[in-house]
């Protein structure tokens, strides 16, 4: 199970914090991710994590704004989003991969994913 928490709204600048608490799994032999979806847009992934926590993944829109980190110890994975934009607003999904971490791709596929937060950024 992948329980989402820490959307909310905020003004443009802002920052928001997103974690994801993972039960039920072997939380470390899974490659996490953070996708998004916005009204009438296709769901993306907008960064994803090595098992280890050592390489990471950013799409382009949120390179330098967005940081994903992963605590191994705690069953967690966090999105820390910065200088956020109205265009970050959408719904976040927390995603689970049995992805081989060698892929350049975020999450080429996904085997589990959490319910979702909204993240709404007000101009």
């Known amino acids: 199970q992948l329980v989402e928490s820490g959307g909310g709204l905020v003004q443009a600048g802002g920052l928001l914090r997103l974690s994801c608490a993972v039960s039920?799994?072997?939380?470390?032999?899974?490659?996490m991710g953070w996708f998004r979806q916005a009204p009438g847009k296709e769901r993306e992934c907008v960064a994803a994590?090595?098992?280890?926590?050592?390489?990471?993944y950013y799409a382009d829109s949120v390179k330098g704004r967005f940081t994903i980190s992963r605590d191994n110890a705690k069953n967690t994975v966090s999105l820390q989003m910065n200088s956020l934009k109205p265009e970050d607003t959408a719904i976040y999904y927390c995603?689970?991969?049995?992805?081989?971490?060698?892929?350049?791709?975020?999450?080429?596929?996904?085997?589990?994913w959490g319910q979702g937060t909204q993240v709404t950024v007000s101009s």
């Open positions: 995603a689970a991969s049995t992805a081989p971490d060698t892929t350049a791709r975020g999450l080429p596929w996904v085997d589990y």
């Open positions: 039920g799994r072997t939380f470390s032999s899974y490659r």
């Open positions: 994590i090595s098992r280890s926590g050592g390489s990471t």
